[in-house]
C-alpha cells in the first residue's frame, strides 16, 4: 500500500524520489498456513441433522456452495434464479464475479442443486461474521476435531500451535477446499482457473492445498511411473 502511495505521488510531481522502487524496499511476506476441508469431512457436514437448528442448517447450505463452486463469499452468498442456467442437458452457475468482474459458468453439482432446490435457487440473506462463527460450530458436530499444527511469526518468532481444526474453518476455507478437491480430482489448472476466475496458475497455486504425501500418490497414477 505504502508502494503505490508513493508511485502515485511521484506521478503527480509531489516528489521525486524514487528509492522506493529499488530491490531492496519489498514487501515482507510468510506463508500462511490455511486448510482445506476433505470429501469425507464435506460429507459429514452435509449429512449433519440440523432441522433444529435452521441458522446453523442455512449457514451449513451457504457454505457447502462455496466448496463445491470454488466462489468467494461474496458471489457464492448471492447465487439468485437468474444465475442458473441450463445448457446442453447440465444445469450451470453463470455469473459476474464481484471483485473481478470476471464472468465465471461453473457445472452445478448435484448437491449444490439439492441445496438451491430447497430454497428455489435463492440462497437466504447471510454475512460473512456470523457464517464464520456458525461453520465453526457446524465443523465441530461433525466431527472435524483433528489436531492441526499452525505457524504463526511473530517479529523474529516462528510459532507452532496445534489446533483443532473446526476452530480454522471460514468463509473463504470453502473457496480453497473447492479449488484444491477440483485439482486433486485432476482437473487441469487452466479449467480451475476458468472457475475461480483466478488470472495466472501462480495465484491459483496459492490456494491449492495438498500434502507431500497426497502429492506423492496422485504422482504415483501417472504414467511416468508405471
Known amino acids: 500500500c505504502l508502494k503505490a502511495i508513493l508511485s502515485k505521488a ?3 510531481g509531489i516528489h521525486n524520489n524514487d528509492t522506493f522502487k529499488k530491490t531492496a524496499f519489498k514487501t515482507l511476506r510468510c506463508d500462511v498456513d490455511n486448510i482445506y476441508l476433505t470429501e469425507n469431512e464435506l460429507k459429514a457436514i452435509y449429512e449433519l441433522d440440523l432441522s433444529s437448528k435452521p441458522h446453523l442448517d442455512v449457514a451449513r447450505d451457504i457454505f457447502l456452495c462455496g466448496c463445491y463452486t470454488a466462489l468467494r463469499f461474496s458471489d457464492y452468498k448471492r447465487i439468485k434464479p437468474e444465475h442458473i442456467v ?5 444445469l450451470f452457475i453463470d455469473m459476474i464475479t464481484k471483485k473481478t468482474k470476471y464472468r465465471v459458468i461453473i457445472p452445478v453439482k448435484p448437491l449444490v442443486k439439492n441445496i438451491l432446490e430447497k430454497y428455489n435457487n435463492l440462497l437466504p ?3 460473512e461474521q456470523k457464517i464464520n462463527k456458525y461453520i465453526k460450530e457446524i465443523g465441530r ?3 472435524i476435531d483433528d489436531k492441526v499444527e ?7 518468532n516462528t510459532i507452532i500451535e496445534y489446533i483443532q481444526k473446526y476452530k480454522l474453518i471460514m468463509t473463504h476455507t470453502a473457496r480453497r477446499t473447492g479449488a484444491t478437491l477440483l485439482y486433486k480430482a485432476g ?3 487452466l479449467s ?3 472457475i475461480t476466475g483466478h488470472k495466472t496458475e501462480k495465484s491459483l497455486l496459492k490456494y491449492i492445498k495438498i500434502s507431500e504425501e497426497e502429492n506423492a500418490i496422485k504422482l504415483m497414477n501417472n504414467s511416468f511411473f508405471q
Not at 441450463?86 to 447440465?90: A, K, L, N, R, T
Not at 499452525?150 to 523474529?156: C, D, H, L, P
Open 192 to 194: 480451475i482457473m476458468k
Open 125 to 127: 440473506k447471510s454475512y
Open 150 to 156: 499452525v505457524k504463526t511469526i511473530r517479529g523474529a
Open 141 to 143: 458436530l461433525a466431527g
Open 86 to 90: 441450463s445448457m446442453d442437458d447440465g
Open 10 to 12: 511521484l506521478d503527480d
Open 187 to 189: 482437473v487441469d489448472t
